[in-house]
């Protein structure tokens, strides 16, 4: 999910990367070199940081300036990633071979003339076990060892699939909050060369949009600029650069793909059938 810590540390992530756009192991297009870092900085580390003729950007969440702007919520979760499934499931004639690796979570699917049957997968299962618990669902099969399941009688449809686990993520809140981004600089000159490469950078982002580990946007806007010297008899010259970011407080979870629907139709006057389509 994204929550102010991964707000502060992504803007922070930004800024670095907008400061040293050939690595940290290359000069900073402030001339010196800066230290990027979330919060408001140690006195310490920074007299420390000035002294040695270096920079300092610290990326602060401006207290009372945040809103709620909740808005999209009741939309379904959305995938993260196309599911990959660990299991393995072949057919080859009237026979079911498991294989792959296990995966707790995931569930083995055979379809028998149009019948269901699955086993949900057990950390503690094997090839072995899961072909056996299958074969014990299905009426005529039998496993006897391997992960084999061989179907007995008439067999006129047999599928084989895996059910695998899905990650999901839905939006259960959205707010926006003001950060101030303040340069601590041993000079003038120093301070205007690295405020204009973040400032430059953090206006052209696509979209306005900037992206967060969870995968999710946020929206990121302008401001305004405070400038002060009145830290100069300490050479520290001071420039706070304010972006307004909006961004969505996620949740996540697990589903499983389907592998099977199933419908029960009760007529008039008659009895309920059950429809299956795997």
Known sequence: MADLSDVTNTLASLASAALYPNGTGQQSLAGVTVTVAPGWPNPKQLSSIIASGAAMLTVYPMPGMDANTTRFLGNDPVQLAAPVASLTMTVLNNTV??????????????????????????????????????????????????????????????????????????????????????AWCPSPAVRDALCKAVDVAFKAFPGRRILFADGSYGVIIYRGTLETDGLSQQKIFRRDLRFEVEYATTQQTSSNTITNTQAALTPVSGVTVQLNKP
């Open 97 to 182: 071979t498991v294989g792959g690796t296990i995966k707790a979570g995931e569930a083995a699917f055979i379809g028998v003339n149009r019948i269901p049957y699955s086993h949900g997968v057990l950390v503690t299962d094997t090839m072995a076990t899961i072909a056996a618990a299958l074969a014990a669902l299905i009426p005529n099969a039998t496993s006897l060892g391997g992960g084999v399941v061989t179907i007995g009688g008439t067999v006129f449809d047999l599928i084989a699939q895996v059910s695998a686990v899905v990650s999901l993520q839905a939006e259960i809140a959205r707010q926006k909050r003001v950060f101030m981004l303040t």
